[in-house]
């Protein structure tokens, strides 16, 4: 059982491995602050949690798995918290391409897309 555990352990640390490249890559070469928010934040999570379980089917012990746990939980609340400061960010900062957007919702709230004041 313990062989099973290791590989897949192993799998999950490659397949974790791949995609944190590809995140990485993609912050390189995309074109603009959304493209390259996308790439920083979706690929990243999930090769960190697969990481996180191939630690996790190697490592174990309770005490382990614990705190790979509270890593994995704090990685799932920071980074969409972190995606929206920059897409937010990059919007207000007008360092985006806006005939990229497919729907502008903050358009209509004026320049920045800031709050046009009490509802």
């Known amino acids: 059982m313990a062989t099973?555990?290791?590989w897949l352990g192993a799998g999950c640390l490659v397949a974790g491995a791949l995609l944190s490249l590809?995140?990485?890559?993609g912050v390189l070469r995309f074109?603009?602050?959304l493209s390259?928010?996308?790439?920083?934040?979706?690929p990243q999570v999930l090769g960190v949690l697969l990481l996180l379980l191939g630690i996790a089917f190697?490592?174990?012990s309770p005490t382990d798995l614990g705190m790979i746990l509270l890593v994995a939980i704090f990685q799932l609340s920071t980074a969409p918290v972190a995606a929206q400061m920059i897409?937010?960010?990059a919007y207000r900062s007008g360092r985006l391409d806006r005939s990229l957007l497919d729907a502008d919702e903050l358009a209509e709230r004026g320049p920045g897309g800031g709050s046009a004041g009490p509802a």
């Open 31 to 33: 074109p603009d602050a």
């Open 22 to 25: 590809a995140a990485g890559i």
């Open 4 to 6: 099973i555990a290791d």
């Open 87 to 89: 897409g937010r960010a």
């Open 58 to 60: 190697r490592l174990r």
């Open 36 to 42: 390259r928010m996308h790439a920083a934040t979706k």
